[in-house]
């Protein structure tokens, strides 16, 4: 998701441009992308906020490795009503991230 005041409008290709350019020239091997679909519920939040998902612009003859999988987690993240900070509502899976890196990034180890 896109943060607002942060990465607002920024696509993956934005983003990675970014990381390399703050990393001191060193380039990505990998890039994973999120191929699930976000709950309605939780895009009309991000929506209220001026956030959105970000855009994958992302080019087959990139110089990365991309690697498209479902790794957010399927279950609606509940705010505690004692907690004040703003708190993402989608996040990632870290069993399908595992899986994922595992998989497309090890080989299958």
């Known amino acids: 998701m896109t943060k607002y005041g942060q990465t607002y409008g920024f696509s ?17 091997d990998y890039v994973m992308v999120n191929t699930a679909e976000y709950p309605e519920e939780a895009l009309k939040a991000y929506v209220e906020s001026h956030e959105e998902p970000v855009k994958d612009d992302l080019s087959s003859n990139a110089h990365y490795t991309i690697v498209r999988a479902d790794i957010v987690n399927d279950q609606k993240m509940e705010k505690s009503k004692s907690d004040s900070l703003v708190r993402s509502l989608i996040r990632h899976d870290s069993d ?11 080989g299958g180890v």
């Open 12 to 28: 993956a290709t934005t983003h990675i441009e970014t990381l390399e350019k703050y990393i001191g020239g060193a380039v990505l």
């Open 96 to 106: 399908k991230l595992a899986k994922t890196i595992v998989e497309s990034v090890l």
